[in-house]
């Protein structure tokens, strides 16, 4: 079972960050996190740039909402399309690209390592934040 669907990320909703600057052309998207001082530019080419584009046009998206479009557009197995997005999901959201919104009502707690101060930072939905753990 990948990560995004043992953690229930299908209930989750996906947006772009709000402080994300992005351009892009046909085949191609490039963003970048506007708030980490050492974040650089990261592109994504072709399938990964629709990826990004369907999740652009519909501003907020679960991740079976996502797979569904991307499965009505892209011939391909279902099984290695949902493997693709869930890494590239996964990749972008630890890139502070993507944000996912817990679902209405919730307050799961969820960890991400900061890699700045080496800690472990526990987010809620409401909000709130704490630096509580070594993330060795």
Sequence with gaps: MSSAE???AADHTLRIGADVAWTSDAARVVALDLVDPAATPFALENTAA???EQIAEAEEITLEALLQELYDTFDGDRTLIRADVERLIEDL???NLLVQSEPAG???WSGQC???RHTTRSTCASG???WDADCS
Excluded: H, K, P, Y
Aim: contains cysteine.
């Design 106 to 108: 919730a307050e799961v």
């Design 93 to 95: 959201l630890a890139r």
């Design 6 to 8: 043992g953690s229930g």
């Design 114 to 116: 900061c890699r700045a």
């Design 50 to 52: 629709a990826v990004w």
């Design 128 to 130: 709130g934040s704490i």
